[in-house]
């Protein structure tokens, strides 16, 4: 997997976020089926946290994931069984620091 992400610190309280991830499937063509699908990954976040005190830190995150389309296809004696899968998720994060 490679990532890179950066913040910026705003003012005093607000701190901005934002990242980028490729994750390289571990299973190949060769190697998929309906239990693993997985293609290549790409997922873009943004997010912020915000000091309330010295001791509170509220953040928030979102991140889109983008799977690349994969197809499987298999044959046997029994049948055959063809698909494309595509996925995309979107995922929400809050969380709290508190510090003593």
Request: overall charge negative; hydrophobic content about 35%; charged content about 15%.
């Amino acid at each position: 997997a490679y990532a890179i992400g950066t913040a910026y610190r705003l003012d005093q309280q607000w701190v901005l976020r934002a990242g980028v991830l490729f994750d390289q499937s571990p299973t190949s063509n060769t190697g998929r089926s309906p239990r693993t699908p997985t293609g290549d990954r790409e997922v873009f976040s943004v997010g912020a946290g915000y000091e309330v005190t010295p001791q509170l830190t509220l953040d928030v995150a979102y991140s889109y994931l983008q799977e690349e389309s994969v197809d499987v296809s298999r044959a046997n004696a029994l049948g055959s069984y063809s698909a494309t899968y595509q996925s995309h998720a979107n995922l929400l994060g809050v969380g709290a620091t508190y510090r003593f």
